[in-house]
């Protein structure tokens, strides 16, 4: 799974990685989340409406990861189960958090542990510069300040975390217009994994 703040380049990574092994990839549902617009407008009053959109959606989509049946092979996924609670913890206040916890407790344990956690890492105006250079409407306005958070709870998160992760500086990587930059990634990947990646393909690549 790969994992980090708005606009590190999650879903461009994950796409890759799904793609050079002929796997299935997961992408967490965004712009379908009919109350983000209004979110950004106003946080107070549409915070919760947001994060349990999200926390059944993901759900969701994660839990059909453990079927078996559905998915023959790898798996990329571009988010973490566990970043709904990092955002739910900087969005709740009060009884709102109180029940989100409550539906968090009773479903996180249900998901399937990945085999390893890529956290994507980049300061600010990075994370600035590429949400930019990717316009969608309703980030046009995203505030330094609570992005400089976001990374800061990512951060203590990753801090602690104990299943297998590796951690690259997304400014250090343009793997999306570099192919010597996507193959370094992989290359730390495989390492942190301690295999390849995936299988070679019946047609002899990668």
């Given at each position: 799974?790969?994992?980090?703040?708005?606009?590190v380049g999650k879903t461009s990574l994950a796409a890759r990685l799904a793609s050079r092994c002929g796997a299935e990839l997961n992408?967490?549902?965004?712009?379908?989340?009919?109350?983000?617009?209004?979110?950004?407008?106003?946080?107070?009053?549409?915070?919760?409406?947001?994060?349990?959109?999200?926390?059944?959606?993901?759900?969701?989509?994660?839990?059909?990861?453990?079927?078996?049946?559905?998915?023959?092979?790898?798996?990329?996924?571009?988010?973490?189960?566990?970043?709904?609670?990092?955002?739910?913890?900087?969005?709740?206040?009060?009884?709102?958090?109180?029940?989100?916890?409550?539906?968090?407790?009773?479903?996180?344990?249900?998901?399937?542990?990945?085999?390893?956690?890529?956290?994507?890492?980049?300061?600010?105006?990075?994370?600035?510069?590429?949400?930019?250079?990717?316009?969608?409407?309703?980030?046009?306005?995203?505030?330094?300040?609570?992005?400089?958070?976001?990374?800061?709870?990512?951060?203590?998160?990753?801090?602690?975390?104990?299943?297998?992760?590796?951690?690259?500086?997304?400014?250090?990587?343009?793997?999306?217009?570099?192919?010597?930059?996507?193959?370094?990634?992989?290359?730390?990947?495989?390492?942190?994994?301690?295999?390849?990646?995936?299988?070679?393909?019946?047609?002899?690549?990668?």
């Amino acid at each position: 799974m790969v994992e980090g703040p708005i606009g590190v380049g999650k879903t461009s990574l994950a796409a890759r990685l799904a793609s050079r092994c002929g796997a299935e990839l997961n992408l967490e549902v965004v712009e379908e989340n009919p109350f983000l617009a209004r979110f950004y407008e106003q946080p107070e009053a549409f915070s919760f409406q947001v994060q349990v959109f999200f926390l059944l959606s993901r759900f969701k989509q994660l839990s059909a990861l453990a079927q078996p049946g559905l998915f023959s092979g790898h798996v990329v996924s571009d988010y973490l189960f566990d970043k709904d609670f990092i955002f739910a913890a900087m969005n709740l206040r009060d009884a709102e958090f109180a029940l989100y916890e409550d539906l968090y407790a009773h479903l996180s344990p249900r998901l399937p542990t990945p085999d390893l956690v890529v956290y994507l890492r980049a300061e600010t105006p990075e994370l600035l510069r590429r949400i930019a250079k990717r316009a969608r409407p309703f980030e046009k306005d995203m505030p330094a300040a609570y992005l400089a958070e976001l990374t800061a709870r990512y951060d203590e998160y990753f801090r602690t975390y104990a299943p297998p992760m590796l951690t690259i500086d997304a400014a250090a990587y343009d793997f999306v217009e570099r192919p010597e930059d996507e193959a370094a990634i992989l290359a730390h990947i495989e390492e942190a994994l301690g295999r390849p990646l995936c299988a070679p393909s019946p047609l002899g690549g990668d």
